[in-house]
Nanobody, 119 residues
Framework: QVQLVESGGGLVQAGDSLRLSCLAS????????MGWFRQTPGKERDLLAA????????YVADSVKGRFTISRDIRKNTVYLHMNNLEPEDTAIYYC????????????WGQGTQVTVSS
């Protein structure tokens, strides 16, 4: 079973950049797709970006395209979410998740990391 631990959240100002990290342990991620989601109170978790860990194929949601990117470091077993030009509307809890390539649902989740963007 894969375990995920997010880090890198915090309080920043509008226009700042932040990089979130998701460290995976327990199993090689080659057969997994890794995703970054965010959630605000009363709303569902939204998929922001995903990467097929083995192939490196990336997806970024239209809502954050141009500001957010996703990458991975295979040697460190870590996936990153790079966030630029942050806006107060980006304030949320950010989650890392994993699913086996080909599956529909993400079955493994991290504990989340809070990002707060002040205006």
């Amino acid at each position: 079973q894969v375990q995920l631990v997010e880090s890198g959240g915090g309080l920043v100002q509008a226009g700042d950049s932040l990089r979130l990290s998701c460290l995976a342990s327990g199993r090689t991620l080659i057969r997994y797709t890794m995703g970054w989601f965010r959630q605000t109170p009363g709303k569902e978790r939204d998929l922001l970006a995903a990467i097929a860990y083995g192939a490196g194929k990336e997806y970024v949601a239209d809502s954050v395209k141009g500001r957010f990117t996703i990458s991975r470091d295979i040697r460190k077993n870590t996936v990153y979410l790079h966030m630029n030009n942050l806006e107060p509307e980006d304030t949320a809890i950010y989650y890392c998740a994993a699913k086996v390539v080909g599956e529909v649902d993400y079955g493994v989740w991290g504990q989340g990391t809070q990002v707060t963007v002040s205006s």
